[in-house]
């Protein structure tokens, strides 16, 4: 993921619905991958990690999918609810390295 | 299980003045970092640790000074604040550099 600038890309959905949320990496030798969510005036939070030797990993409600063709990576969240309204952003770790963090997309859940 | 923790919170300060931000984690983990979170910028590594005694330039170190005498404590001092280190400070710890790391709440400083 690279950084947007000022306004992070935002994504609302309404509550229930289901909500893909996507990072572009940038170093096709990453080999680990995390999902992190920052709601407001608090510290980043682990959510779910993924090693280049997987594709998919499912967690209580959120699965992460790796696609190493295109580097891409996407977040899938279930039944968003209220509570889920955050800002979500990967991290990637290249060959030990340490992390690298993308700028993040907002999450909006309407009720 | 206070896990990591961050003080003080909200700090404001002059220019020029020596500031020093507090970082305590309970899990024993040998790494810690320093990040600084800015809009436009995300989230970009100041400085880390691997283990006591061992601390390593991130990506934006300039103006910062570090030290890890003991692996629960990682504080992180700004010799002589300016305005452009006005900033939220997060401190993570890690049990490796390729693991998932754990963020403090913060601290929200502000160098008038």
């Known amino acids: 993921g690279e950084s947007v600038g000022l306004h992070l890309p935002t994504l609302s959905v309404q509550e229930g619905d289901n909500s893909i949320i996507n990072c572009a990496y940038s170093?096709?030798?990453?080999?680990?991958f995390i999902w992190y969510k920052q709601e407001s005036g608090k510290g980043p939070q682990f959510i779910i990690d993924?090693?280049?030797?997987?594709d998919k990993r499912q967690g209580q409600r959120v699965t992460v999918l790796l696609n190493k063709t295109v580097k891409h990576l996407s977040l899938q969240i279930a039944a968003t609810q209220p509570g889920d309204s955050a800002v979500y952003f990967c991290?990637?770790?290249?060959?030990?390295?340490?992390?690298?963090f993308g700028g993040g997309t907002r999450l909006m859940v309407k009720p | 299980d206070a896990g990591i923790t961050q003080s003080p919170r909200y700090k404001i300060t002059e220019t020029g003045r020596q500031v020093t931000l507090m970082c305590h984690q309970t899990?024993?983990?040998?790494?810690m970092f320093w990040y600084r979170q800015d809009l436009g910028h995300g989230l970009r590594l100041i400085y880390y640790?691997?283990?006591?005694?061992?601390?390593d330039k991130g990506e934006v170190p300039d103006g910062y000074v570090v030290s890890r005498s003991k692996t629960e404590n990682f504080p992180l001092t700004l010799e002589s604040a300016t305005r452009s280190q006005t900033s939220v400070y997060f401190c993570?710890?890690?049990?490796?550099?390729?693991?998932?790391?754990?963020f403090g709440p913060g601290t929200r400083l502000t160098v008038t």
């Open positions: 993570a710890s890690s049990r490796d550099r390729v693991r998932e790391q754990y």
């Open positions: 170093n096709s030798a990453s080999d680990y």
């Open positions: 993924i090693r280049s030797n997987m």
């Open positions: 991290a990637e770790n290249n060959a030990g390295n340490m992390l690298t």
């Open positions: 899990w024993s983990h040998s790494y």
């Open positions: 640790s691997a283990a006591a005694d061992i601390t």
